[in-house]
């Protein structure tokens, strides 16, 4: 089909477009100018500080060593005839660990009953001879020399029934080292006589037993914390937990020891805390975790550390005014530890700016959203 008076289809397309473009121009000068007079406002989350009774806990590490350790010896030169027991057995107080040779030290013994059974009689003799003798002297038969002769034969011989009685005691004492018995509850280490060792004082430990229940563990604690750990210490409020790092199981104990002196070359101070061991969750040697409560702050401000913002100037916070436009509260550390931070320098009240702080210029409107649900707050 031909198309009839083209010029003017060219000139109504041309009006057309003229028309369009002021509309869109105008619209998009409206829209410039809004953007510049009302600039975006920054969606941020917003936290209170949380007030709460906040404990003291420092974190160090620290390693587990028995309570006792005792290397058993024999006081007296013989045999071994019997061993009784084996490496790494559990051995209770008391329990008899080796058997010397006793031969000789029973017969020693047997040999000092019978001395001694023999000057008690001549003892008892003596009494009868003594009582005799007063009764002659009364009756002027025998000189008063004579029966001070006979009075001091008397006391000599029960003075060496003492003696003998005193010997034969020494005598039983050593008799009884030829059973040698466990001196404290715990686990011996390896066992280095056998049957027919000759074992004397100046040798070496014939075994080694360590206390493993109840066990310690020591770490040391900065000098800074003394005054805490004094008053906690003293307090007897002082608690230690040990978490072993190879099955992460947290142990919990009571701290009994706090050395006398402070290590000046590391600045430390020693520490000690027992915990229960029946089973054998720590062994000694072994390094564990150490968290140590120092005592509690009442009512202290704590705020997640996360909403802090760090520069050369130092720490601070912002924080969103009625109007919700943001400032920095600078802010001092009192506590710090995982995700518990307490500070001063704000206050309960005070809104504090968490998630989109990094964008954030003092002054800045913000528009305050709630994480869960996205929405206008």
């Known amino acids: 089909m031909k198309i009839k008076h083209p010029g003017r289809w060219i000139v109504l397309l041309a009006l057309i477009g003229g028309v369009a473009g002021a509309i869109f121009w105008r619209l998009f000068q409206t829209e410039e100018t809004k953007s510049r007079s009302n600039p975006t406002e920054q969606a941020v989350t917003v936290i209170q500080a949380k007030v709460a009774d906040t404990a003291l806990v420092v974190e160090v590490n620290g390693s587990v060593v028995p309570l006792k350790v005792v290397e058993v010896r024999s006081q007296i030169s013989n045999l071994v005839k019997e061993v009784l027991i084996k490496e790494g057995q559990v051995v209770q107080q008391g329990q008899p660990m080796f058997v010397l040779d006793d031969r000789n030290d029973l017969a020693n013994v047997e040999k000092l009953r019978a001395a001694l059974a023999r000057n008690r009689a001549l003892g008892l003799d003596q009494d009868r001879q003594l009582a005799r003798s007063r009764e002659l002297r009364a009756q002027n038969f025998i000189s008063q020399g004579s029966l001070d002769t006979t009075t001091a034969q008397r006391d000599a011989q029960w003075a060496q029934v003492k003696s003998d009685e005193a010997t034969l005691a020494a005598a039983e004492v050593a008799l009884g080292y030829n059973v ?190 709630t994480p869960a649900a996205g929405s206008k707050k």
């Open 180 to 369: 040698i018995r466990a001196p404290i509850s715990g686990r011996t280490g390896a066992i280095n006589v056998y049957p027919g060792t000759l074992v004397q004082p100046a040798t070496a430990a014939l075994v080694t037993i360590t206390q493993i229940d109840p066990i310690a563990v020591q770490f040391s604690l900065p000098e800074s914390q003394y005054a805490r750990l004094k008053s906690s210490h003293a307090s007897g409020r002082a608690k230690v937990k040990a978490t072993v790092p190879a099955t992460s199981q947290v142990l919990e104990g009571d701290m009994y020891f706090v050395d006398n002196s402070i290590d000046p070359a590391s600045g430390t101070i020693r520490v000690k805390a027992s915990f229960a061991n029946a089973k054998g969750d720590l062994w000694p040697g072994q390094f564990v975790q150490v968290s140590a409560e120092l005592g509690v702050l009442k009512d202290a401000l704590v705020i997640p550390p996360e909403a802090v913002v760090t520069t050369v100037n130092g720490r601070f916070v912002y924080v969103v005014g009625e109007d919700n436009t943001v400032k920095p509260n600078p802010i001092k550390d009192v506590y710090a530890h995982k995700n518990t931070l307490v500070v001063t320098g704000i206050t309960a009240e005070d809104h504090i700016v968490l998630d989109g702080r990094q964008n954030l210029r003092p002054g800045g409107k913000v528009r305050i959203i």
